[in-house]
């Protein structure tokens, strides 16, 4: 069975991949976090933002460390 294909909304071409790119947040989010766009291939339209996984994990464990004092 193939994996199903997707459609951008704006330009109607199949997404085999999409495009995804550092961006930031901005207020009401205290000091800003960082965050991630997913983009179509084709059209550079946004599909979507989500907080980067990675960064949020790098942040908490930075944290915890100067909450433990071992920073």
């Known amino acids: 069975m193939g994996t199903p294909s997707a459609k951008c909304a704006n330009c109607q071409e199949t997404i085999p991949n ?9 207020k009401p989010i ?6 991630i766009c997913f983009r179509c291939p ?5 599909l979507g933002v ?10 908490i464990v930075e944290n915890v460390l100067k909450a433990l004092g071992k920073s």
Do not use: K
């Open 30 to 35: 205290a000091g800003g976090w960082n965050a």
């Open 50 to 59: 989500q907080l980067d996984p990675v960064a949020l994990r790098q942040d």
């Open 18 to 26: 999409v495009v995804v790119e550092s961006i930031g947040t901005q």
């Open 42 to 46: 084709s059209c550079h339209t946004i």
